[in-house]
């Protein structure tokens, strides 16, 4: 190991508020205040909180953490009890258990959501397999994709829709029936089709797609 960042792994250990640039490898710590993050390879931080930016390139698995401005992943994310004070943008799987953030969301990628609150705009673009459950989006939802799964008691703002490149006709939303969509769901480079249950809410309109039960 380098000096530079068996120094930086001591510092985290004994707590101490300090920057995290440009180390490598895997870093698995409890982070009690750190001034920023910028990572290559794995990192496995929780407890604490992260003052600056935070830019990874690897693998994210974060809990309990706190992010006071941005996180930008390349690779695989897990927030799991963390919350993203300003955006949140993932190149590659992404996974949000009893998270929020405040700003704009951009994942590349499937996009797993669960028990969280998104304020911003949501933007998937992941062919198939993205599902929320129990979720609330406060702003409107862009997917581009093949397929989406939006169940439990999830409220989203609107859905615009778009095919992917590699399934470029008939896009599918699926809503589970304690969901409530408040504006229009609308597909708009190719007509879809939304799945819906009996007791499922759509207070706006589906535009250029046929709504199905």
């Known amino acids: 190991m380098k000096p530079v960042i068996a120094s930086t792994l001591l510092s ?84 949000l258990k009893d998270s929020s953030v405040r700003g704009e969301s951009y994942f590349r990628g499937v996009a797993i959501l669960e028990q969280s609150h998104l304020q911003g705009a949501v933007t998937i673009r992941g062919d198939q397999g993205s599902s929320l459950r129990n979720v609330t989006l406060d702003s409107s939802l862009n997917f581009l994709g093949n397929e989406l799964e939006i169940t439990g008691k999830s409220s989203v703002k609107k859905i615009a829709v778009d095919p992917s490149p590699e399934h470029p006709l008939g896009p599918i939303i699926r809503l589970g029936a304690d969901v409530t969509v408040d504006g229009d769901i609308e597909f708009r480079s190719a007509p879809g089709r939304v799945y819906v249950s009996p007791t499922t809410v759509i207070r706006g309109k589906v535009i250029k797609g046929e709504v199905l039960r």
């Open 12 to 95: 985290l250990l004994v707590g101490v508020s300090t920057a995290c640039a440009g180390t490598s490898g895997k870093l698995a710590k409890d982070v009690t205040n750190l001034n920023d993050l910028n990572h290559n390879g794995v990192a496995e931080i929780q407890n604490g909180s992260v003052k600056g930016s935070a830019k990874i390139r690897g693998r994210l698995i974060a809990k309990d953490v706190q992010f006071a401005k941005s996180l930008d992943v390349n690779g695989r994310v897990e927030l799991d009890k963390s919350q993203v004070a300003e955006s949140l943008n993932v190149d590659g799987r992404a996974t």
